[in-house]
């Protein structure tokens, strides 16, 4: 039910976006207008006190092809929904019409939005049909619950990118943060260009990959040059397939930057955000796949059997040795957040470490104390903005 929450979280926030009637582009969309049927059908049958079997009686249809039509699967010839009317007692163009009653008038505005396009619910095992259901289930309640969710957005200005980052983080911790598929793709990635096991690829050898594979042009900019980006880690101009730069990043941030660009051109994603902040999206499928790019860039700089072979035997010690684990640290290309990130994919699946918690400190050279920004428990600590 949880990750149903972050769907609800999400659609309650874009329900805020749409005004439109659900007349309005439905016409054409087969799928939709065997949803709106199969829920009017299953609503009239509840309505009536009737069972699938009860119905299957009065209209002459199976249980089971009738129990396919409310789920919204199949959309029955004009006989069928004449039979189906008159089990009812009402007619045949009410039964068809697009047009819902107010119980389900929460369903009505969720379809007019295309939300079911632009949620990729396949991520988390879920048919549109199967969603559609649960809200079917108690539209009342779900209604009451997505304009709660409607009310705390208007009033504390909420970002559809929040909404985006806990559907993500739903699917993280569905997955324990550990994606094989992605880390099969970084490994192919290594073999490909014979990158040694221990080695963590640096900024010059990931940037030849670039150049001379994908045909990018990469330069670095400054605030003398581009004061307008100076906040920007870096931008990405397709139709030159152009890659600037911040200058001021360290080697093992340009290092990232550069693996998450072979991410999105080994793993063949299209669409995708430009610039490197993770508020500037369209969509949850940009968040969705720069998280997998990022999660490749990971993969590539910090070799998961390295990791797991060095922290098995930092696990093995009877007491606790920081020195030890900044060695293992300092192995890799990479900043501390990037290792931790890396450390979050393979606690849970390689080590169990399921309810862990543990604190993320900043510590800089001006400072001379330092700042605890964070307690976090695995696997849904992991914050998406880029590493530091």
């Given at each position: 039910m ?31 207008i ?53 089990a ?19 369903i ?6 295309n ?55 739903s ?17 192919q ?7 040694v ?77 430009y ?36 922290l ?13 684990l ?63």
């Amino acid at each position: 039910m949880g990750d149903y929450l972050a769907i609800f979280l999400y659609l309650a926030y874009r329900n805020t976006m749409s005004n439109k009637t659900i007349s309005a582009g439905m016409s054409n969309n087969t799928d939709k207008i065997k949803i709106i049927l199969g829920l009017k059908i299953r609503q009239l049958r509840l309505d009536k006190g009737y069972s699938l079997s009860d119905l299957a009686n009065k209209s002459g249809l199976s249980i089971s092809y009738l129990n396919e039509i409310e789920k919204g699967k199949k959309y029955p010839k004009s006989e069928k929904i004449m039979s189906i009317a008159e089990a009812f007692e009402t007619d045949y163009d009410s039964l068809v019409s697009l047009k819902l009653s107010k119980q389900l008038e929460p369903i009505a505005e969720l379809l007019n939005s295309n939300i079911l396009r632009e949620l990729p619910l396949e991520i988390f095992g879920v048919e549109p049909s199967d969603f559609i259901e649960l809200m079917s289930e108690a539209p009342a309640k779900i209604s009451a619950f997505i304009s709660t969710i409607i009310e705390i957005s208007r009033n504390y200005d909420m970002r559809v990118e929040q909404f985006y980052f806990s559907v993500l983080r739903s699917y993280q911790e569905m997955y324990d943060n550990y994606f094989e598929d992605l880390e099969e793709a970084a490994q192919q990635f290594r073999k490909l260009y014979d990158i040694v096991a221990t080695t963590s690829p640096n900024e010059a050898f990931l940037s030849d990959i670039l150049r001379n594979f994908y045909g990018y042009q990469i330069e670095e900019f400054s605030k003398e040059t581009h004061p307008d980006l100076i906040s920007i880690r870096s931008v990405y101009k397709p139709e030159s397939s152009r890659l600037l730069i911040n200058k001021d990043l360290s080697h093992e941030q340009k290092a990232f930057t550069l693996g998450r660009e072979l991410g999105y051109q080994f793993l063949q994603i299209k669409k995708r955000p430009y610039i490197s902040s993770v508020l500037d999206v369209s969509s949850f499928e940009e968040v969705l796949n720069n998280f997998k790019a990022s999660y490749f860039a990971g993969a590539i700089l910090i070799n998961k059997e390295v990791l797991i072979n060095r922290l098995t035997y930092f696990f093995a010690s009877p007491k606790w040795d920081g020195n030890s684990l900044l060695s293992i640290m300092r192995l890799f290309n990479c900043t501390p957040e990037m290792f931790m990130h890396r450390l979050s994919n393979l606690m849970t699946s390689h080590f169990k470490l399921i309810t862990s918690s543990f604190f993320v400190l900043i510590i800089r050279p001006t400072i001379t104390c330092s700042t605890l920004i964070r307690k976090c428990t695995l696997p849904n600590c992991i914050p998406l903005t880029e590493p530091l």
